[in-house]
């Protein structure tokens, strides 16, 4: 049994390097049993191997990682990935190293045996319990999910106590990667042009040269793995080798994503014999500096050229403020991924550029730099996390006739279309949604998933958090000790804040994301959708309904449109963002509103003390809006006189 599984491991890796795409094995069962295998395996292998564990064994001839340490994996390449979800699992992990493997390579899974694992608690079930909920409570839905797919998509081995119970083999198309032609004329220097390795990166490099001469902003979208990244860090260095001095911006949520337009920035220096220095996210060469900044510390930074990295995370009105800041920009998005939904983020960004009579050009990048286009991995990857889902094609909407629906997790499979368009039209909406998030509405016991509908297709995505019905020992710890709560953000602020315990004792709902069908904003769908929410939240008893959203004056109008009131703002700012976390509720009985009015006016006070230090750069507008809300309450109760 042992020859037969080396043998077809090594079939799937000849096949593998034959098409140039990667294969997956599934090693399930006694997890002693499946290293055994991955041992045999390394005994005669060689290339470059990347091991990440949840708990690392020894394993010869590895690079290991623990497997919260994935991040630093990103950029990189490797023929082998052993990746052990045996005790705990994120899909963004998956998400996140599928993509490291180059074509030729194989990726193996260590995970118990499948139909035990579908009914297991893993690490990652514990980290999204909350109180008052308990392991019983946890639905096990992910990983029947991830099992079936496994099950149905090619080019992947699924071996279990030592059988193979499914071969990997998948005959695919030899797609032989296009020749790269160098234009003749071209302005940058011919030796950052021989580092692209597809025709597409050549050509954005073609793209790029216009830069030097006129003033306009390139949009550039790609999946992962395409290699934009590399390919602006060539730019980058192409335009300042030109030029006799520059002030160049790179700007990201975080200094890792930008790793690898720092590494061939240094690539194509040192290929030009461009001599310079690096100091950490600042890199110097002859009169210019590239410096790495966060997306709010870049709010007011003037500069020659600004490259966006992952804008798609980025808040709209930050990236329409660099335009501002620099005459020539670069923005790059992943469409597809676990950074965000590029392609959504692009439609809507591209349509404020147009407003704006901003010039720009629009980039797309579809060969893959590691593997073949039509690698049956990453077609397994998309399916799995979700990454390709997108709404349904509606052509007309009747108020009237929606249908408020209970999306029941538990049948996951059974609603797979119906679960895709209502992912779909939250990812089209919201800029941060990853693969966990699917993950937690599949088995957290406190996220029920919401929808309107049209003629069976979904037109309006609701993620709803349970609240509250929190025991003596998470109140007392809360008010005592500051003690986080998980998943239950309300309370927890009331409780810290407004210091009653009690606060915790009521329940609610919380909606954590609303978002309707892109091509039908501005319908009232989303005011009937809340409506609805609050009828099945005073059906159920529930104490209150409530949101928790980055502050920004459309959000808030909306909010207070539909009946809710501002009861907490953060002092602090999201480095990404730029916004201060605003929490506004409704009460949804007499008890609960007479306990919001003692809040609110609590929280006025508190936050007109606030707006000299720490929200002294709060919005002026929204100020207005918080407190002008405020006065009104008063002079309705007839508790303020008006003159």
């Known amino acids: 049994m042992k020859m037969q599984i080396m043998q077809h491991i090594n079939e799937l890796l000849e096949e593998a390097r ?83 493997v180059r074509g030729g390579g194989l990726i193996f899974l260590i995970v118990p045996r499948l139909e035990e694992w579908k009914n297991m608690l893993n690490r990652y079930h514990y980290h999204i319990l909350t109180p008052p909920y308990n392991e019983k409570d946890v639905r096990k839905n992910f990983i029947r999910w991830f099992v079936e797919k496994m099950w149905k998509h090619d080019g992947i081995a699924i071996i279990e106590d030592g059988k193979i119970i499914k071969r990997g083999n998948f005959e695919s198309r030899l797609i032989k990667r296009k020749k790269i032609e160098i234009p003749e004329e071209i302005k940058f220097d011919r030796k950052v042009y021989e580092i692209a390795i597809t025709q597409e990166q050549v050509d954005f490099l073609k793209l790029a040269e216009e830069l030097l001469e006129k003033n306009f902003a390139i949009v550039l979208k790609a999946n992962r793995g395409r290699g934009k990244s590399s390919v602006i860090g060539m730019a980058i260095a192409a335009l300042i080798a030109k030029v006799e001095k520059a002030k160049v911006i790179v700007i990201a949520p975080n200094r890792k994503n930008v790793d690898e337009i720092f590494r061939f920035l240094g690539i194509s220096l040192d290929k030009m014999g461009i001599e310079y220095k690096n100091r950490g996210g600042i890199i110097l060469a002859k009169n210019s500096m590239v410096k790495f900044m966060e997306p709010f510390d870049a709010y007011n930074e003037k500069a020659d050229l600004i490259v966006v990295d992952e804008a798609a995370s980025i808040a709209p009105h930050i990236l329409l403020r660099y335009l501002e800041n620099s005459d020539k920009l670069i923005y790059s998005s992943t469409i597809h991924g676990y950074e965000g939904a590029g392609r959504s983020f692009s439609i809507r960004f591209l ?118 019905k929190l025991g003596r020992k998470d109140c007392d710890e809360t008010y005592y000790k500051s003690v986080m709560i998980p998943g239950n953000i309300i309370p927890q602020v009331l409780i810290r804040h407004y210091r009653k315990k009690r606060y915790g004792k009521y329940r609610g709902m919380r909606i954590v994301r609303i978002a309707t069908h892109p091509d039908f904003f501005g319908r009232g769908i989303g005011s009937y959708a809340v409506k609805m929410v609050e009828n099945e939240a005073m059906q159920a008893g529930m104490d209150y309904i409530g949101v928790s959203f980055g502050a920004t004056i459309p959000l ?18 999201n480095r990404v963002s730029g916004e201060n976390s605003l929490i506004v509720m409704k009460p949804l009985n007499k008890k609960f509103e007479k306990e919001l009015e003692s809040i609110r006016k609590d929280f006025v006070k508190r936050f007109m003390l606030w707006l000299i230090e720490p929200l002294r750069d709060f919005n002026s507008n929204l100020s207005l809006m918080i407190i002008d809300s405020y006065k009104r309450e008063m002079e309705n109760s007839g508790l303020m006189k008006t003159t």
């Open 351 to 468: 349509k404020r550029l147009r407003e704006m009579k901003a010039p720009f050009k629009e980039f797309e990048m579809e060969e893959p730099i590691r593997y073949s286009q039509n690698d049956p991995i990453e077609k397994w990857v998309f399916d799995t996390l979700l990454l390709d889902a997108e709404p349904a094609s509606i052509e007309k909407v009747e108020l009237g006739k929606l249908e408020y629906e209970k999306i029941d997790m538990n049948k996951v499979i059974e609603l797979e279309s119906k679960i895709r368009q209502f992912f779909g039209i939250l990812i089209m909406a919201h800029y941060k949604n990853n693969p966990n998030d699917f993950a937690i509405l599949c088995d957290a016991p406190n996220q029920v998933a919401r929808a309107l509908s049209y003629d069976e297709k979904i037109v309006c995505s609701m993620q709803i958090a349970i609240e509250g």
């Open 556 to 573: 808030l109008k909306f909010w207070m449109k539909n009946g809710f009131v501002p009861i907490h703002v953060t002092p602090t700012v």
């Open 18 to 100: 034959k098409y140039n795409e990667r294969r997956l094995i599934v090693l399930s069962g006694e997890r002693t049993q499946s290293y055994k295998i991955v041992r045999e395996f390394l005994k005669e292998y060689e290339g470059k191997v990347a091991y990440v564990a949840y708990i690392e064994e020894n394993l010869p001839f590895v690079e290991s990682y623990h497997i919260k340490d994935c991040d630093k994996l990103l950029g990189t390449t490797y023929d082998i990935l052993i990746m052990d979800i045996y005790h705990s699992f994120q899909p963004a992990d998956l998400g996140k190293l599928y993509g490291i």
